[in-house]
């Protein structure tokens, strides 16, 4: 079974801080990992990570993934109030392609 | 983008009866999901749809039955509502742009 584990579980930064989210995942078929952000409503995507040391950029947030330590991280720079959310780390996994996600890691940035 | 609407977006049930929410797609998407998020779990899937007719279980489809009998809808039904099923539910198609899945806006329900 596909497994998921994010950390930390939450946090909480000023902002201007520098994060780092991270997503460790134990998967038999790996495909792809996800990382969504989730406010009030529908989780929004960010990014897809298929390809090991290749970053993904996205203006202050980047993503990188390793496939030989079965991880990827989640970085935001230069912290906004509006960054507050829930991140969420999640496999595509298998078959028919049913998302497995993490628990998820609640950021709160504080003016 | 692929179109996809849930209803009722908020919904207030005594415990012992039974719901159902709905999750609707405009476009012609094989996949569909049904996901429950409570705090501390993020979001676990409950059952999912690969095709008309073609259901199947998720981790948590314990109290919980599907159906697909066209493309574009996919049911979700608590069959005797309990207060653990209190959640918010989130319907998702395999389809659109970025990273593939779309997710509907949530439904919130309470089961008092």
């Known amino acids: 079974e596909d497994k998921v584990v994010q950390s930390p579980l939450s946090l909480v930064v000023h902002e201007g801080d520098t994060v780092t989210l991270n997503c460790s995942y134990e998967?038999?078929?790996?495909?792809?990992l996800l990382w969504y952000k989730q406010e009030k409503k529908a989780p929004t995507f960010l990014f897809m990570l298929t390809s090991s040391g290749i970053e993904k950029k996205s203006g202050r947030l980047s993503s990188i993934l390793d496939k030989k330590e079965l991880f990827s991280i989640l970085n935001i720079t230069a912290t906004q109030t509006g960054d507050s959310a829930i991140y969420l780390c999640?496999?595509?996994?298998?078959?028919?392609?049913?998302?497995?996600f993490g628990k998820g890691t609640k950021l709160s940035v504080i003016p | 983008d692929a179109g996809i609407t849930q209803s009722p977006r908020h919904k207030v049930t005594e415990t012992g009866t039974p719901v159902t929410l709905r999750c609707h797609q405009t476009?012609?998407?094989?996949?569909m999901y049904w996901y429950r998020q409570d705090p501390g779990h993020g979001l676990r899937l409950i059952h999912y749809s690969y095709g008309v007719k073609d259901t199947d279980k998720g981790e948590v489809s314990d109290g919980y039955s599907v159906s697909r009998s066209k493309t574009e809808d996919f049911l979700l039904t608590l069959e005797s509502a309990t207060s653990s099923q209190t959640s918010v539910y989130f319907c998702a198609i395999l389809g659109g742009t970025g990273g593939g899945y779309t997710f509907g806006s949530g439904t919130r329900l309470t089961v008092v």
């Open positions: 999640a496999d595509p996994g298998a078959g028919s392609y049913q998302l497995t």
């Open positions: 998967v038999t078929n790996f495909r792809s």
């Open positions: 476009e012609n998407h094989r996949y």
